[in-house]
């Protein structure tokens, strides 16, 4: 691989890993069966430049994540909750990776979850616009603080600081009325399966 392919290959290793955590903590609560019909758009800021998100789910158990980050570089992540799957579409490449989750690490940041992850409390506040609750835990190597709208459960501001890498990701829009026609489907034929992890 070159080495102008090898920078773009990381970006959207970034890319994809971000649009993951984020779909995951946006999860449904114990009183949804699944996440609620939103859409959203972000900007995550890292080292390498500023990745722009486009998040919308279905209220029906799909959600899809649009990124796309500098020179180019364009990815889409098809999460399925019922499933416990993700597909990474790189439209580029002609690539899927395809993943799994457990309903263990599919968890909206409230008062349960935060007592297992051991999280402070930062209390309620005006964050980009939006009533929300902030919370801040430890991670392997480093901490995450996320703060979520109190109405929709929808991430607006998360902050993370790990080893040799940190994140700032600020949501811009927010929608309870996602357009009807998005795809919640991955492509089944002109793609090349890249990983299948367990």
């Known amino acids: ?11 959207l290793s970034i890319s994809i890993s971000a649009a993951s955590s ?12 699944f996440p609620k019909a939103y859409d959203a758009t972000y900007e995550n800021k890292t080292a390498q430049g500023i ?30 909750f019922a499933n416990q799957t993700t597909g990474t579409i790189m439209e ?10 457990s309903k263990d690490t599919a968890s909206v940041m409230d008062e349960a979850e935060a007592k297992k992850l051991k999280a402070t409390n930062l209390g309620t506040k005006m964050v980009n616009g939006h009533m929300a609750q902030g919370w ?3 991670t392997k190597d480093g901490t995450t603080e996320i703060w979520t709208d109190k109405d929709l459960q929808v991430t607006v501001k998360q902050i993370t600081n790990a080893a040799g890498y940190k994140s700032e990701m600020n ?3 927010l ?7 998005t795809s919640y489907k991955l492509p089944t034929t002109g793609y090349t399966v890249l990983a299948n992890q367990k």
């Open 136 to 138: 801040s835990y430890k």
């Open 22 to 33: 984020l779909s995951l903590a946006q999860a449904a609560n114990a009183t949804d069966a």
């Open 92 to 101: 580029a490449q002609k690539m899927i990776v395809k993943g799994k989750f």
């Open 51 to 80: 990745t722009k998100m486009h998040m919308l789910s279905n209220g029906k158990g799909q959600m899809r994540t649009e990124c796309a980050g500098p020179g180019g570089m364009n990815v889409i992540t098809i999460t399925d």
């Open 175 to 181: 929608s309870a009325n996602p357009p009807a026609t």
């Open 1 to 11: 691989m070159k080495s102008g392919q090898l920078f773009t290959f990381g970006l």
């Open 171 to 173: 949501i811009k829009s």
